[in-house]
């Protein structure tokens, strides 16, 4: 089975690699992304230039640091694109690309790490402490990528901040955002011929032998 985040080549000079599930340290679902598996397909990579892009509402921090810095050392080109989301770990993830790219349509979502715990209150007093120790790497990747303050980081952290793709270029987390025409559908384009199929079918004289106008619909259709 053809794994879900796998890299495809997409040119000469270019990888891809799809991050379109939970970042994890075990594979639960064919989408789950593992930083060992990240590792490894990332080391294959022949190219000097990668793309990664990233659907996710993130996962462990443990893996999101390890995908970030990875990225971080690759010898190439790293572009990273959020096509939907990118949301707490996944948001690390996409802060590794020189060149971070939002689709109008996309959102990017930064937050406090949390976890779940049990034991006695000093065992809670230590996860506390853990805890605010952990989000010092993440504070580290948003203030070295945007250009953001601590401060600023920190509060927007605290308060779990959802960044438009406008946004997230005007506080430095994306450097582009990419927004295309509209473009006609194929069922737009089918819709429009068969207009005009029947006000052509409509101009067609009516039948010589019972001087009945022909129905356009047959017509069209080729019933008469």
């Not at 089918?190 to 207009?195: A, E, G, K, R």
Request: with cysteine; glycine share 6%.
């Amino acid at each position: 089975m053809k794994k879900f985040y796998a890299f495809s080549k997409k040119s000469d000079d270019t990888t891809e690699l799809l991050v379109y599930g939970d970042i994890t340290s075990m594979r639960w679902d064919e989408s789950d992304v593992t930083g060992f598996d990240f590792a490894k397909e990332l080391m294959a990579v022949d190219t000097p230039k990668v793309v990664v892009r990233i659907n996710s509402y993130g996962g462990e921090v443990s893996q999101g640091l390890g995908m970030y810095n990875l990225l971080k050392e690759f010898k190439g080109e790293v572009t990273t694109m959020c096509d939907g989301f990118a949301c707490s770990s996944a948001s690390v993830v996409f802060m590794a690309g020189a060149k971070r790219v939002m689709p109008k349509t996309s959102l990017l979502m930064i937050h406090n790490p949390w976890t779940v715990a049990a034991g006695n209150a000093d065992e809670f007093r230590k996860m506390a402490d853990d805890l605010e120790k952990i989000t010092e790497p993440l504070i580290a990747s948003y203030v070295d990528n945007t250009g953001q303050s601590r401060d600023e980081v920190i509060r927007m952290m605290n308060e779990e901040t959802w960044l438009t793709a406008d946004e997230a270029l005007s506080l430095g987390f994306a450097t582009e955002v990419t927004s295309e025409e509209p473009k006609a559908s194929v069922e737009s384009h089918i819709v429009f011929s068969l207009v005009e199929k029947l006000k052509n079918a409509q101009k067609v004289k009516p039948n010589n032998d019972t001087n009945e106008p022909v129905n356009p619909w047959e017509t069209y259709f080729g019933l008469k």
